[in-house]
């Protein structure tokens, strides 16, 4: 299992950002796939969720009508549109896939807001 998050970088407050995970190694139409983020000093936090089939997603209510989890199944690829940006949308954000029992994890990709 490879995930691999790009897309990151630098963003200003009431900007947009979208992030990628390009999925290997496993059948990714078969599984969930969910965005995690670590803000500067905190636990690692759950973000949004998107179902196998892409029909049932979820949010923190922080992101709520902010961000839009989507993925693309013929591609392998999951992707984060992250819209009305604000500094404490500051972390490093994850890619992470449930499969089998095990958590599976990209190297993350660092999203910064600022002026």
């Known amino acids: 299992v490879h995930l691999v998050e790009s897309g990151g970088g630098l963003g200003q407050p009431g900007g947009s950002l979208r992030l990628s995970c390009a999925a290997s190694?496993?059948?990714?139409?078969?599984?969930?796939a969910t965005w995690y983020r670590q803000r500067p000093g905190k636990e690692r936090e759950w973000v949004a969720s998107?179902?196998?089939?892409?029909?049932?997603?979820q949010y923190t209510d922080s992101v709520k009508g902010r961000f839009t989890i989507s993925r693309d199944n013929g591609k392998n690829m999951v992707y984060l549109q992250m819209n009305t940006l604000k500094p404490a949308d500051t972390a490093l954000y994850y890619c992470?896939?449930?499969?089998?029992?095990?958590?599976?994890w990209g190297q993350g990709t660092q999203v910064t807001v600022s002026l």
């Open positions: 992470n896939a449930f499969i089998m029992g095990n958590d599976y």
């Open positions: 190694g496993f059948t990714f139409s078969n599984f969930a």
């Open positions: 998107i179902s196998s089939s892409g029909g049932s997603t």
